[in-house]
């Protein structure tokens, strides 16, 4: 079975807008990571947020939001104010394990493109 | 944060040649790091984990004498791709863990290797 699944190959949004990404996981650990990570035309891995099994709260990080739901095991990406540089491809990865995990699962990946 | 910078970004070599790829920890010590490539528009794929020391552990389906790895020192593991073919072109790209339990996965700028 995925460990990651991301059900949106492609997505568009007008600036300024919010968007939402899709993510659902898939563990028996009690103790995990999720993480967002963005990844321009360039290649590079930026990482955006990060969410712990345990935290109660919903990550926030600038204009990125992490819509934590723990029992329906999702993990959404909100982006509010959507900017041209936010153009790229959006990938959701687990981690098993809290701080002892080392292997990052991936989803297969958003393209997200911002329209003017 | 910890940066880990990855060498040579863009790559172009000969069939039947061998390729370095270089992956260095900045700023911190990183006794493990992990290889991954990545198809265009395609997930990252973990092929192995290097380990300070000792002996890489290699993903299922990945050749352990094709892509050497090498991690000799607490901030350098290396990639060598023996032989190279063109079906070895692609996008390589690594990351480390910082050991003090940082949360986060911190990538190279990724190498993409074209074998001609």
């Known amino acids: 079975a995925q460990k990651i699944t991301q059900t949106q190959p492609g997505m568009f949004v007008q600036e300024k807008e919010a968007v939402t990404l899709d993510c659902t996981y898939d563990?028996?650990?009690?103790?995990?990571?999720l993480f967002w990570y963005k990844q321009p035309s360039s290649g590079e891995m930026i990482f955006l947020i990060y969410?712990?099994?345990?935290?109660?709260q919903n990550a926030t990080e600038g204009r990125y939001s992490l819509n934590f739901q723990k029992a329906r095991k999702s993990a959404n990406l909100v982006i509010s104010a959507s900017q041209l540089g936010d153009s790229a491809m959006y990938f959701c990865a687990m981690r098993e394990g809290g701080w002892t995990g080392n292997q990052f699962y991936f989803g297969t990946g958003t393209s997200l493109t911002v329209i003017p | 944060g910890a940066v880990v910078s990855q060498h040579p970004s863009r790559v172009i070599c000969k069939s039947g040649t061998s390729v370095k790829i270089e992956c260095r920890s900045l700023d911190f010590q990183a006794t493990t790091m992990f290889w991954y490539r990545q198809f265009p528009k395609k997930s990252l794929m973990l092929m192995a984990t290097s380990n300070e020391g000792s002996k890489a552990t290699y993903e299922q389906g990945v050749e352990k004498d094709k892509f050497l790895i090498n991690h000799a020192s607490l901030t350098l593991s290396t990639l060598t791709v023996t032989s190279a073919h063109p079906e070895d072109s692609s996008f390589y790209i690594c990351?480390?863990?910082?050991?003090?339990?940082?949360?986060?996965?911190?990538f190279g700028q990724g190498t993409r290797l074209t074998v001609v």
């Open positions: 990351s480390a863990r910082d050991p003090l339990g940082n949360t986060e996965a911190f």
């Open positions: 969410q712990g099994s345990y935290d109660e």
């Open positions: 563990t028996s650990d009690q103790s995990y990571g």
